[in-house]
């Protein structure tokens, strides 16, 4: 490669990280605002089979897109792969839904936080993240930010935290998701998986979608669906194209230039997105006691930013 080929991938690499971010920054944004929308459901859908259909929904809008692509045919390692990863997002989803009757917000919101630490440790076991004290000090920095922010949505109140059987499975859901980016990284170091993030979105999203609709046939029924309305159709649609399609095509695209740890640091961010959305509908809950963990999880994004651009 002549020294001008060299400078200018060096010149473009910055601006990648660059994009990794303010992508991860808007999967934040429509992460945070699907919680909203997904309330303006109707009561008594039944949740599993109304994931099976976003994931299907999206899956679709992204198959137009990409028919002309030359690597949207896997083979069978990289099809492994990809069910592998829609098992990651049956098993997250699936172990949601079932603790929510179970589980209290505020305790599944506490379990949500070990999310970007289980990537980290996971992508150690596998190879795929480098030994980083920085990037350990900064989740935890995240982490306890959105802690604060747990603990501030209960009004100081940290008496419904608990530990059981529900609690567990739930845990086993959160490394679920985060075995999501760390099989990512991994197929792409093997090259089993296509270096399209609209393919890989497309297949682990198909591949989910079928997993997590064969679970829900076993615990739900599909007669329930018989409730929805032209409006829970809609916001369904909604759902299925940008909570679902587009957030995923969002963290893979990230996934190919952040780590698996880096990646999912920005689930941090997603309840400082659901304070503002409260605080707009409800003004009179704005307090000082929401600030440390706002500036927490902030510091730790920003901090997160400049450590990757400075490394590249």
Known sequence: MSKKNITQSQALLPVSIWHAHLGMLGWVLLVGLSFPAVGLLSEGLPPLLLTAMRFTIAALALLPLLRSEDELWPGWAGLVMYALMGLCLAGFFGTMFWAAHRVTALTMATMFVSVPLLAYGLGRLVGVERRAGGLLALLTLGACGALALAWADAGGDVSRLNAGSAEALFFVGCIATALYPVLTKLGLAKGVLSARAGVRTLWSLALGAVLVAGLALLIESPGELKRLTRYDVFLIIYLGLFSSGLT??????????????????????????SMLVLFINFPQRISLIWLPGSLLVVLCIVLLLRRDVLMR
């Open 248 to 273: 995923f095509w969002l963290q893979q695209r990230a996934t190919a230039v952040l780590s698996p740890a880096g990646v999912t640091a920005y689930g941090y961010l997603v309840p400082f997105v």
